[in-house]
């Protein structure tokens, strides 16, 4: 039947070409475990003959530091003698100088090239390059070699190519895109590392000024300024002592601003030890503190949710929410009935913590400032403060990995939001 005819046709072609992808892949793994053994064999007779000219430096070294090169030169040519498998030796003086050359009638068909570096006291004092006849080492197995290479050539290229082809479309090029990609995303990292860290050797290189140059005449300032009211306060009218005031004024608060950047760059390198945190404590115990250091004409009324918890690190946090509410301390002191609350609510599928009060509030278009350094919304005869607080709220909340913001309209109070995602 020549349906049936065809079948089997087909089917006899599809075994013959299993077998031969079979016969092929043996004949492959064959030809690796022989390179692995050629390999092995490679690995074993360079370190012995590394070990051979080691032990050929050790007992020329006297010669060397006598610099008796006569001694070196019938020493290199005895060794090359006594051993059958080395076909040249070659002694190299540091300088370049060729202080022993010598080889045998024939150079081997096979031959494994091995440079030694002779040592002393940390020292290069000659170096030792021989060539060896490998062909020895390999007797055991050369004829494998030779019989799987005939055998299995032709198979091999094909099956080569082919796995080539194949391999090219379907692993090659795409593991070629992703590797080129990598390099790229790894060198931005290196450059985006190697500018952190200059960053932080400025900012470090910052503090240390601040810190130890500008405080010294600050002090100065403020001590003379001191110092000039108290002795000399009676011959000065009443303008020479608001001066002076002032200027005492300006030296504290200088310092103060001072201390308040460090605080803010110190933000950025402090290490972060995430738990679980009850805010619901570390708000009302920010809140008590604020009453009893500064308080109000009147009662505050304050509504602290009680169970909000989160992982966070708790000196971080605890800083970011006693400036938080410290805010909505000082903003309500001129409010008829001040009130302060802190409460968590889920929103798209995340928890928001939310600081609220009903003080003077602030206008929206200038919202943009309120997390940028020495940026206030409202003057320091009106409100004191620094104008650092907010900006480490926010570098507090980044470090988190979440983020910080604000709704608000002048004289009806202020709500700030913010989420943690550490």
Same mark, same amino acid.
């Given at each position: 039947?020549?349906?049936?005819?065809?079948?089997? &046709?087909?089917?006899?072609?599809?075994?013959?070409?299993?077998?031969?992808?079979?016969?092929?892949?043996?004949?492959?793994?064959?030809?690796?475990?022989?390179?692995?053994?050629?390999?092995?064999?490679?690995?074993?007779?360079?370190?012995?003959?590394?070990?051979?000219?080691?032990?050929?430096?050790?007992? %020329?070294?006297?010669?060397?530091?006598?610099?008796?090169? %006569?001694?070196?030169?019938?020493?290199?040519?005895?060794?090359?003698?006594?051993?059958?498998?080395?076909?040249?030796?070659?002694?190299?003086?540091?300088?370049?100088?060729?202080?022993?050359?010598?080889?045998?009638?024939?150079?081997?068909?096979?031959?494994?090239? #091995?440079?030694?570096?002779?040592?002393?006291?940390?020292?290069? #004092?000659?170096?030792?390059?021989?060539?060896?006849?490998?062909?020895?080492?390999?007797?055991?197995?050369?004829?494998?070699?030779?019989?799987?290479?005939?055998?299995?050539?032709?198979?091999?290229?094909?099956?080569?190519?082919?796995?080539?082809?194949?391999?090219?479309?379907?692993?090659?090029?795409?593991?070629?895109?992703?590797?080129?990609?990598? %390099?790229?995303?790894?060198?931005?990292?290196?450059?985006?590392?190697?500018?952190?860290?200059?960053?932080?050797?400025?900012?470090?290189?910052?503090?240390?000024?601040?810190?130890?140059?500008?405080?010294?005449?600050?002090?100065?300032?403020?001590?003379?300024?001191?110092?000039?009211?108290?002795?000399?306060?009676?011959?000065?009218?009443?303008?020479?002592?608001?001066?002076? %005031?002032?200027?005492?004024?300006?030296?504290?608060?200088? =310092?103060?601003?001072?201390?308040?950047?460090?605080?803010?760059?110190?933000?950025?390198?402090?290490?972060?030890?995430?738990?679980?945190?009850?805010?619901?404590?570390?708000?009302?115990?920010?809140?008590?503190?604020?009453?009893?250091?500064?308080?109000?004409?009147?009662?505050?009324?304050?509504?602290?949710?009680?169970?909000?918890?989160?992982?966070?690190?708790?000196?971080?946090?605890?800083?970011?929410?006693?400036?938080?509410?410290?805010?909505?301390?000082?903003?309500?002191?001129?409010?008829? !009935?001040?009130?302060?609350?802190?409460?968590?609510?889920?929103?798209?599928?995340?928890? #928001?913590?939310?600081?609220?009060?009903? =003080?003077?509030?602030?206008?929206?278009?200038? &919202?943009?400032?309120?997390?940028?350094?020495?940026?206030?919304?409202?003057?320091?005869?009106?409100? !004191?403060?620094?104008?650092?607080?907010?900006?480490?709220?926010?570098?507090?909340?980044?470090?988190?990995?979440?983020?910080?913001? !604000?709704?608000?309209?002048?004289?009806?109070?202020?709500?700030?939001?913010?989420?943690?995602?550490?």
């Amino acid at each position: 039947m020549p349906v049936v005819a065809a079948t089997r &046709a087909t089917n006899r072609r599809a075994l013959l070409a299993f077998i031969a992808v079979l016969v092929a892949l043996v004949l492959a793994f064959e030809g690796v475990v022989v390179w692995l053994q050629r390999q092995h064999l490679l690995s074993d007779a360079q370190e012995e003959v590394r070990n051979e000219m080691v032990l050929l430096g050790e007992l %020329a070294m006297d010669a060397l530091l006598s610099s008796d090169y %006569a001694a070196v030169e019938r020493l290199v040519k005895t060794w090359l003698d006594r051993h059958d498998y080395l076909a040249r030796i070659t002694a190299v003086m540091p300088n370049g100088f060729v202080l022993a050359d010598f080889s045998k009638a024939s150079m081997p068909r096979d031959t494994l090239p #091995v440079s030694q570096e002779i040592v002393f006291n940390g020292r290069v #004092v000659m170096t030792l390059k021989t060539v060896s006849d490998f062909s020895v080492r390999e007797t055991g197995f050369a004829e494998i070699v030779y019989r799987a290479t005939l055998a299995a050539i032709a198979l091999i290229l094909l099956l080569g190519w082919l796995l080539w082809w194949t391999l090219q479309r379907t692993a090659i090029q795409p593991l070629e895109t992703e590797i080129r990609a990598r %390099a790229v995303q790894e060198t931005q990292l290196r450059q985006r590392t190697l500018e952190l860290e200059a960053s932080i050797q400025e900012l470090e290189s910052f503090s240390y000024s601040v810190s130890h140059d500008l405080r010294g005449p600050l002090r100065a300032i403020d001590g003379y300024s001191h110092a000039l009211t108290e002795d000399y306060g009676h011959v000065l009218d009443a303008t020479a002592q608001g001066y002076i %005031a002032r200027t005492r004024a300006a030296a504290q608060r200088m =310092g103060l601003l001072i201390d308040e950047l460090l605080s803010l760059a110190r933000m950025a390198r402090q290490d972060m030890h995430v738990t679980d945190v009850d805010l619901s404590a570390l708000a009302r115990a920010a809140l008590a503190h604020l009453a009893q250091v500064e308080p109000h004409p009147g009662p505050v009324e304050i509504l602290v949710e009680e169970g909000v918890h989160a992982n966070a690190d708790t000196a971080l946090i605890g800083i970011a929410l006693d400036n938080l509410l410290g805010n909505a301390w000082k903003y309500t002191t001129r409010t008829v !009935a001040p009130r302060i609350g802190f409460r968590a609510l889920r929103q798209n599928g995340e928890t #928001v913590y939310v600081v609220q009060d009903n =003080g003077a509030g602030f206008d929206m278009q200038y &919202a943009a400032k309120l997390f940028q350094p020495f940026q206030r919304l409202h003057a320091p005869n009106e409100f !004191a403060g620094s104008g650092i607080g907010l900006a480490t709220v926010q570098r507090i909340i980044a470090r988190h990995g979440g983020r910080v913001w !604000a709704e608000a309209q002048p004289g009806q109070g202020a709500t700030f939001y913010f989420t943690l995602t550490p």
